[in-house]
Structures are given as C-alpha cells and as structure tokens.
C-alpha cells in the first residue's frame, strides 16, 4: 500500500513537470476538454465519448513519451550529434502521427454522429422499444375508439421518460428531418419530433426561433392530442409570443379543430409564468361555450395557474364569470382553494 502510494506521488510530480515545462501538453489538454465538453453537448453516445476519450489520451500519452526521450537524449549527449537527432525527430514524429490519428478518430465519430441524426433512425429506435402490452394501454387512455378525440392514433407504447431520452439523444436533427417526424402515424414518433423542437427553441437565437414557430404552426393538425399539445404550446409558441402580438392565439380559440383551440389556451402558460393574465383571461372566456371536455379541462388547469401567482384575480374572475363557467373548469380553477372556499364557489 505504501508503496503504490509512492508511485502515485511521483506519477503526480511527472505530470506538474510536464505541465509545467511543456506548452504544447498545456494546448493538447485545453482541447482535450473541449472535445469532451462537445461530445457530452451534442448527446454523443457512451461508445461515441469512449472513442473520443481514448483520442485524447492517446496524444498526451504521446507527448509525454516524447518528453521523456528528448530529455534522456539531452542527458546522454548535450552536444549535436546525429543520432540524437534522428531519435528525436522520430520521437516528434511518433507525436504527430498520434494527432493524425486521433483527428481522424474524431472526425469519424462526428460523421457518424450526425449521419446517424435522420429521422428513420428516429422511427427505428422509437419501434425497436416498443411494447405491445403498453400500447394498448396507451389507446385506451388516449381514446382512440371511433368517435373518440384521438380515434385512429397509432401507439408503440413507450413511456414519457423513453421518449425524453429518444428526443434528447436526437435533438441535433435538421427541422427537415423534425418535419418528417411530425408526419407519422406513430403517436410517440411524434411526440418526440416535439420534444425535439423544444430543445432546439431553448439554445436557438431569433431567427432560428421564427423558424421553429413557423414549422409549429403549419403543422398543428399533427399535435392532435392533449399530451403533444401541453409538451410543446407554451414552450415554444407561448414564449415566443411573450412580447409579440398574440392574434394567432385568438385565431386559435375560434378554431374548428380541437387542438388548435387547446393550443390557444395552453399556450398561455407562459404569459402566467411571467404574471402576465390578461390573454388567459380573454381566451377563457372565448372558450367558455366550447362543447369539449378537454378544453374545460385546460381553460381550468391555466386559470388555477393564474392563481398560484395571484389568487386575487383568479377569485374575481371566477365571481364575474361564474354564470358561464362550465363546472369541470370551475373544479379544475379551484383545486388549491381551501375546503371551504371550493364548497362556497361550488355553490355559487
């Protein structure tokens, strides 16, 4: 034990030496970092990081080794000689047929990491977890009888988190091949496209960000269920509109299609977050006549949100409106009153 303690203690000094006397291991460590601060970036798999790993470890195994011999050659012979330049020009080459080497291995994994980014790869990730117990299940809760809000929806039965990780692992998918996620008929297909979307509007810059609301917006027939609306309204079209005329969610509201008026409200979400209620108010009470259950469901979930951040507004709102509040939205507003305030507005 007191030994390996020891040859951990001079294997420290070796590498403070040459950190300290060598400029090119202090660069080659710099971008060691980066490579792997990428490589964890842009979701690289485990093989992929290894890979990588391995790259730069090679080249500042390499550069040590070369280190090692060009002071050893300067012991045995201070003066010029032949040889010993020879031995050290092989050394420097030993280093730079290393740095070849693990650029290439790099950018192998690259090529490989964002070809491998499409979406038909997606599809047969998504396809490959899927579970046929599971699915069922999920077309019961989903109501996909004829008839029925989501008749027809295809399922392969993955769970939210399997989809999280499928969206995060593709985020770096073109919109291209996003688009052609949306297409599916695979419910789970796309929801992750959605995810994806999110993910890719949280680091993208304004115009990036006008492109994906513009993508969102021409494909809303797609988002045809409560699930993928709520993943994906208020993160993407909701702050985007933050500060922005917000016509389109009025449009929305007027909507024959379902889930173009669930959009409208729940997009919202994200004015409450920044205390900003007067749009879910207006919208509310567009969507107080709504013949669907899903919406009284949302326009109640979106104003008990606007309570959490002032109660007042919401207590108000309800005593002005309570004529023409459907009573699964007033159930849903005040969930988080106390018992005895829910009695006293359920018997209003």
């Known amino acids: 034990m007191i030994t390996a303690i020891k040859s951990f203690k001079y294997a420290v000094r070796g590498l403070k030496s040459t950190w300290k006397e060598e400029q090119n291991f202090k660069i080659e460590v710099f971008v060691g970092f980066i490579v792997l601060f990428y490589a964890f970036y842009f979701s690289f798999t485990f093989a992929e990081t290894v890979f990588c790993l391995i790259a730069v470890v090679m080249v500042l195994v390499a550069e040590i080794i070369n280190t090692i011999v060009e002071d050893l050659c ?17 050394s420097a080459a030993f280093v730079l047929v290393t740095v070849f080497g693990s650029i290439g291995v790099g950018l192998l994994v690259i090529i490989n990491h964002f070809t ?31 008839g029925q809000y989501g008749f027809g929806d295809v399922f392969a039965g ?77 993160y993407i079209l909701g702050d985007y509109l933050l500060n922005k005329n917000k016509d389109i969610l009025y449009k929305f509201s007027k909507s024959k299609l379902l889930w173009e008026r669930r959009i409208s409200i729940i997009s919202t979400h994200a004015f409450i977050k920044h205390k900003q209620f007067q749009d879910t108010l207006k919208i509310s009470r567009e969507l107080f006549s709504d013949k669907e259950d899903l919406i009284h469901k949302a326009v109640g979930w979106m104003l008990r949100e606007v309570g959490k951040k002032d109660a007042k507004i919401l207590k108000n709102f309800l005593k002005e409106n309570i004529k ?25």
């Open 74 to 90: 300067n012991k045995i012979q201070p003066n010029q000689d032949s040889v010993i330049e020879k031995i050290k020009d092989m």
């Open 116 to 146: 491998y980014m499409t979406y038909s790869n997606v599809v047969k990730e998504i396809k490959n977890n899927s579970s046929k117990e599971k699915a069922e299940k999920s077309k019961r809760f989903f109501k996909t009888e004829k």
């Open 158 to 234: 993955l769970t939210v988190p399997e989809i999280n990780k499928v969206a995060k692992k593709y985020k770096e998918i073109s919109l291209v091949d996003v688009k052609e996620l949306l297409n599916s008929k695979i419910h789970e297909v796309r929801y992750v496209a959605l995810n994806i979307l999110v993910l890719k509007y949280e680091k993208a810059d304004e115009t990036e960000r006008k492109n994906i609301v513009n993508l969102y917006l021409k494909n809303t027939k797609k988002i045809n269920n409560w699930d993928l609306v709520d993943t994906s309204a208020s």
């Open 324 to 348: 023409r509040l459907p009573r699964t939205t007033l159930r849903y507003a005040i969930e988080k009153f106390s018992p005895a305030e829910r009695k006293s507005f359920l018997r209003m």
